[in-house]
Structure formats: C-alpha cells, structure tokens
C-alpha cells in the first residue's frame, strides 16, 4: 500500500511516498479504498510539529471511498459502500481505517471526491453560519478568504439563509469565484473595515467570519457593529496574539470566539444531521463545491506548497 509518510517534521519536503502494510481494522473501525483524501490546513500544522504526532505518521485525516471491510462490532456497513469522513488519521493513503462512528454515507448523486473536497469545510461552514452566528435574513457577514475552502462554501451558505456577504479576496481572479458564490461586494484586505462601515451606513457588520488569524484581526474588529461577533476559525497567516479583552468593550461589547467543528459534532447524531443537511445541497445543486487542483500522491508535496503559497481556490485533493 502507497502512503505519504513523514520521519521528521519539518516543510513541504519532508513529504514522502511509502509503501505500507496494509492496516487492519480492529474493533468499531473500518478498512476503506481511499478514492481522493482532502488537503488541509490543519495537515500542513501536523507536517510542521507545530501539532505533535508520533513519528513515522501518514498525514491526512479527511477522505472518501468504499468500504472495503468492517472490524468486528460494526453493523450496516456493507462492502462497496461509499462513505466519507472528515478524521481519519492517515487518509494520504490508498487505504486507510477510519473509526465507524466517524462514517457518513454519501447520496445518490455525489461522487467520492466531491464527497472528499466538501465534507471537513463544508460540516465548518454549516456550523458557523448555522450555530456560531446564525445568519438570518438580512445579516451581513464579512467573510475573509471569500474564494478558499472554506470561503466560497460560507458564502452559499450565508446566501442561502437570506445573509449578506462582504468578501476579502487577494487577486482579481479571487475576487470573480467570490462574486459568483454570492458575494455582494469583494475587496482587498485591507479595504474590509471602511467598506464594512460603507454597506452598513457606519454602523458595521453583524459578523466577521475571519480564517486568517493575524493578518486581519484588528481590522476585523473595526468592521463589526456594537454586539457584533468576531469568529477567529483559522489562523492561516499565523495565531492572534494576546490582546486587552478591554478592546471588546471599547469597540462597543463585542463578542469574540474561537469554536472548533468537534464542539459543533459532539455525538454522532449531530454529526450526521449536519453532514446529510450539507449533502444534500450538494446532491440538489444548491451548494457547488469548488475542487481548486488534484495530486497524485507523490505530489503531496506540491499541494501542501500550493496551499500555503495561497495559490489555490476552492479545495485541493490527493487522489491515491
């Protein structure tokens, strides 16, 4: 079996194409013929060290394939079944194991690797507009990297609940996929406060949905209305520093929160309803998911440098 495999930590280069025994699966788990793995931030994080694994590791945790074999205690999960999973330790792999709990089947009309490109950003979408803030008919949302992952499917999302988006982007093309999710206005970064108060007649946005960390944070709170929310859900520039919980107040009660999808798919219930809600936009045409580049595994390397290079819209897939 063909895995990408890290010794070390360390950049891009660290990626490696190894051949693996075959894992098994053991008790409440499942063996699944990986058909594409999503590329994601969090992996470059695991690459790096800067979130511990042990070593050697097969990176990846998101995927979607057939069900090849089902360890003991696991019912109802039929061999050539087409399921997807949004963490499944080691899915840079043609085959992985993946805890049966962590399984969501995928409809009629969906295929694996849209399945694959939707699932770990799309259940992230789903919670932040849904639960975070949930947007209603008339909110207006700043959404930061309006044409990433996670972006251009936030910004369908808010649509489809009756929202409004004013979207960050860094080039013209960029500026193009977000309008065409639905965003009503697109600027360069450093233009989202004055236009947030612009759109908003001075008062601000009712929400920043902010992936970038700390690039964009303070002027992501000049942006927002009194009691808006502030919604730090990713750090691709880097962590927010420490600041003055004061700035909250001053800026006029401010809400601000750092929410994580395990808190928002706390049991399998939950995590079901959300992945068969966002599914099923996608099997109705209601929600397009944007595949941004596909890698052989031995280009892992590649995709990780692209995604961090911000060279990328829409979602990036190894396919094994």
Same mark, same amino acid.
């Given at each position: ?98 805890? *049966?709990?962590?399984?969501?089947? @995928?409809? %009629? $009309?969906?295929? /694996?690797?849209?399945? &694959? +490109?939707?699932?770990?950003? #799309? =259940?992230?979408?789903?919670?932040? *507009?849904?639960?975070?803030?949930? @947007?209603? %008919? $008339?909110?207006? /949302?700043?959404?930061? &990297? +309006?044409?990433?992952?996670? #972006? =251009? ?21 960029? +500026? ?145």
């Amino acid at each position: 079996m063909r895995a990408v495999q890290i010794t070390a930590t360390g950049g891009p280069e660290v990626l490696t194409v190894a051949d693996l025994p075959e894992p098994e699966p053991g008790p409440g788990q499942v063996l699944v013929a990986v058909e594409a793995a999503g590329v994601n931030y969090v992996d470059t994080y695991r690459r790096s060290g800067a979130y511990p694994l042990d070593l050697p590791a097969v990176l990846g945790g998101e995927g979607a394939g057939r069900v090849v074999r089902a360890g003991e205690g696991v019912r109802g999960v039929e061999p050539g079944l087409l399921v997807a999973w949004k963490e499944g330790p080691g899915s840079y792999a043609e085959r992985v194991v993946v805890d *049966a709990d962590e399984l969501v089947p @995928v409809p %009629d $009309g969906v295929d /694996a690797r849209t399945a &694959a +490109a939707v699932l770990l950003q #799309g =259940l992230t979408a789903h919670y932040l *507009a849904t639960d975070t803030h949930r @947007v209603t %008919d $008339g909110t207006w /949302a700043l959404v930061h &990297a +309006a044409a990433g992952g996670v #972006g =251009l499917l936030l910004t369908q999302l808010v649509r489809l609940r009756g929202g409004r988006v004013l979207a960050t982007t860094s080039t013209p093309q960029k +500026a193009e996929l977000a309008r065409a999710a639905g965003a009503e206005e697109v600027v360069g970064y450093a233009d989202a406060a004055r236009r947030a108060r612009e759109l908003t007649a001075g008062r601000g946005v009712d929400v920043v949905y902010d992936g970038v960390g700390a690039d964009t944070f303070d002027d992501s709170l000049s942006a927002l209305r009194p009691r808006g929310t502030m919604v730090v859900y990713g750090a691709s520039s880097g962590p927010v520093p420490p600041f003055d919980v004061q700035r909250l107040n001053a800026a006029g009660s401010l809400f601000l929160t750092r929410p994580t999808l395990a808190s928002y798919a706390q049991d399998r219930a939950e995590l079901l309803a959300r992945a068969g809600e966002l599914l099923g936009w996608v099997a109705e045409g209601r929600l397009d998911v944007r595949v941004g580049g596909t890698y052989p595994l031995e280009r892992a390397r590649e995709a990780h440098e692209d995604l961090q290079g911000r060279r990328t819209t829409g979602k990036l897939l190894l396919l094994p």
